[in-house]
């Protein structure tokens, strides 16, 4: 069995897109647009030299356009502080009394919850909103007003 060169490109375009659905990886799409490039310059008669070329810039050349858009967008924050992740970011808690070492043990959502202070100065009583989790522990900020 004698396959064609497009063929062969786009069974490497397949193989690209499947690995990158099994590990997440962007990247690997980049590289099948350029698999993809070569199988069309296959189906347009091209050597093979230029089929490799034209695979090369274009995936090439989209990884590192990608990677330069990826680095000029902001860090997403630590899971611990991501609101995406910890729904309860945001949420305000009353807290009675803070212990010497900036702990506190609250009530919210009908459960009794560690707390540490993370905000500028010393804790004080009242109302604190919650900007991260470490663990089974709130960390927590005094509301801004």
Same mark, same amino acid.
């Given at each position: ?14 193989? &690209?897109?499947? #690995?990158?659905? +099994? ?12 698999? +993809?490039?070569?199988?069309? #310059? ?12 034209? $695979? +090369?810039?274009?995936?090439?050349? +989209? ?11 902001? /860090? /997403?924050?630590?899971?611990? #502080?991501?609101?995406?992740? @910890? ?5 305000? !808690?009353?807290? /009675? =009394? ?13 459960? #009794?919850?560690?707390?540490? @202070?993370?905000? $500028?100065? =010393?804790?004080?009583?009242?109302? @604190? ?9 709130? &960390? !927590?900020?005094?509301?801004? @007003?």
């Amino acid at each position: 069995m004698d396959w064609s060169a497009s063929t062969l490109w786009w069974l490497a375009a397949g193989a &690209l897109v499947a #690995a990158e659905l +099994a590990t997440g990886t962007f990247y690997l799409l980049m590289l099948a647009l350029g698999a +993809a490039t070569g199988a069309l #310059a296959a189906h347009a008669g091209l050597a093979g030299t230029t089929q490799v070329l034209a $695979a +090369a810039l274009l995936g090439g050349g +989209a990884v590192v356009l990608w990677h330069l858009r990826r680095s000029r967008q902001p /860090a /997403a924050p630590a899971a611990g #502080a991501n609101p995406d992740i @910890h729904l309860d970011i945001g949420s305000t !808690v009353q807290v /009675a =009394q803070w212990s010497a070492d900036g702990s506190a043990r609250v009530s919210y959502r009908g459960a #009794a919850w560690d707390v540490r @202070h993370v905000g $500028a100065g =010393q804790p004080r009583p009242g109302a @604190h909103v919650i900007r991260g989790v470490d663990g089974n522990c709130l &960390l !927590v900020a005094p509301v801004q @007003h």
